[in-house]
């Protein structure tokens, strides 16, 4: 059974940091690769982080500078790591897996930018 498991989401205030981690199990972890992605209420769901097999990143424009992502593909996690959080970063953020032939995604964990 195919399981993406998010953690360390919470409340944070502006210009704070916060570290999302996400744990697979149940797939060969380092031929995934691996993303961030965040919906917040009333929008659509959009990409926030990628990391390649190869270890390649890419980011949104609107999180470029501030969020960094990577692999530890030892343990089979993906971390994102957000620094100068702003109240409109505040969404649940899941994570995925896409494999040449599956797609997986995670549950979420809600991140709150709020004074």
């Known amino acids: 059974q195919v399981q993406l498991v998010e953690s360390g989401g919470g409340l944070v205030q502006p210009g704070g940091s916060l570290s999302l981690s996400c744990a697979a199990s149940?797939?060969?972890?380092?031929?995934?690769?691996m993303g961030w992605h965040r919906q917040a209420p009333g929008k659509q769901r959009e990409l926030v982080a990628t990391?390649?097999?190869?270890?390649?990143?890419n980011y949104a424009d609107s999180v470029k500078g501030r969020f960094t992502i990577h692999r530890d593909n030892a343990n089979d996690k993906v971390y994102l790591q957000m620094r100068s959080l702003k109240p409109e970063d505040t969404a649940v953020y899941s994570c995925?897996?896409?494999?040449?032939?599956?797609?997986?995604w995670g549950q979420g964990t809600q991140v709150t930018v709020s004074s």
């Open positions: 995925n897996a896409k494999g040449t032939t599956w797609n997986y």
């Open positions: 149940g797939i060969a972890f380092s031929r995934y690769d």
């Open positions: 990391i390649t097999t190869g270890g390649i990143t």
